[in-house]
């Protein structure tokens, strides 16, 4: 009989052999769990992730600007059915994973618990925020369970859509008006630390990255994936003209990479303890929509079992 040690070190032996784990392949319990968390986690961040921009479709000045913001909230919605899936695959259930969500139970990014104040916030969401879900999302292409990695793939096409568009705002704001170009730093200074925040706490105190690294599930750490958004997205702010809010951003020739300054973990704790500007907002607007989908939910349902029913005479 294979014991469990042999099952886990032909496991270990498969992950670093580079071959992606299968939903019917044995693996370690613990695995299973920390995918779970972290893709069930991520689903629910790209569908409370709608919220803010929606905030906007009817404001956007205009009817490219309309359609595009659709779209991009559109493709949002699908890449958190296409985590959803994922998640089954792992033996969950999509009513519990969303039930965790809707009871509060389940994380999503902080970054989704701030308030998109002006139009410039919608740039900077899609430059920022799907900047930075792209730096992590385009790691996560080489996670080592499959079905999660290939959902990346799919997602990270829709996702450089998303932060072109955003910088395409930010740099015809910046080149506007004097009022436009306060609008669009305005919206920097606002998002700047929250998207930094998004890679997670600092390398030292990750309970999760030490594991998920050697399962391959992550393959760069937190710290790393954040200063590589860093040095890129400086770049690109000194090009249409916006300062990033840190006066401690500094280029350092030894390392190659941006000195910054330090993250507030206060707020950062805060935030994802569920005291953020918009938590209860949030969670309010997600419950409400399931309940208002029901009937939708009811009426699908009701037909797959009629036409299972049919199928069974
Ligand atoms: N917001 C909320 N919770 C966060 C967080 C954040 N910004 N960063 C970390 N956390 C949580 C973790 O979930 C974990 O809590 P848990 O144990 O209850 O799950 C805890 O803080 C410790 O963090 P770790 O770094 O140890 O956790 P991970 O190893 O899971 O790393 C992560 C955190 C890098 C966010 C990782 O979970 C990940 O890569 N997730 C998938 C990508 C993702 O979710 N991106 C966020 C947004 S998706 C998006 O923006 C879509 C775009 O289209 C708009």
Not at 18 to 26: A, S
Not at 55 to 67: F, G, Y
């Amino acid at each position: 009989m294979t014991d469990v040690k042999n099952l886990e070190e032909l496991f270990q032996a498969k992950v670093d052999g580079e071959l992606k784990i299968e939903p019917k392949d044995w693996m370690p319990d613990g695995y299973r769990k920390n995918l779970v968390r972290q893709i069930s986690q991520h689903a629910h961040s790209e569908v409370v992730g709608m919220l803010p921009e929606g905030n906007w479709i009817t404001r956007a000045p205009n009817l490219r600007r309309k359609a595009i913001l659709l779209a991009k909230i559109q493709d949002e919605a699908g890449h958190g059915l296409y985590l959803y899936s994922a998640v089954e695959t792992l033996g969950t259930t999509r009513e519990k994973t969303v039930d965790d969500l809707l009871g509060g139970k389940a994380k999503y990014s902080s970054i989704f618990n701030y308030p998109t104040l002006t139009w410039a916030d919608i740039g900077a969401v899609g430059w920022l925020v799907d900047g930075a879900a792209i730096m992590n999302q385009v790691m996560l292409c080489r996670t080592s369970y499959g079905p999660y990695a290939r959902a990346m793939v799919r997602i990270c096409k829709e996702e450089s859509f998303h932060q072109r568009q955003g910088y395409e705002i930010m740099s015809v704001l910046s080149k506007g008006t004097p009022e436009q170009r306060e609008m669009a730093q305005d919206a920097l200074n606002r998002w700047w630390w929250p998207s930094l925040m998004m890679f997670g706490p600092s390398d030292a105190n990750s309970p999760h990255s030490a594991q998920s690294m050697k399962w391959k599930i992550k393959r760069q750490s937190n710290d790393e994936l954040r200063q590589t958004f860093i040095d890129r997205t400086v770049q690109q702010a000194e090009v249409i003209g916006l300062k990033v809010p840190d006066p401690k951003l500094k280029w350092n020739e030894s390392t190659q990479h941006y000195d910054s300054g330090e993250i507030d973990w206060t707020e950062f704790n805060n935030v994802v303890a569920g005291n953020g500007p918009c938590n209860k907002e949030r969670l309010a607007a997600r419950n409400k929509a399931h309940d208002d989908g029901a009937w939708v939910r009811e009426a699908a349902m009701a037909y797959a079992a009629k036409k299972a029913k049919r199928k069974a005479a």
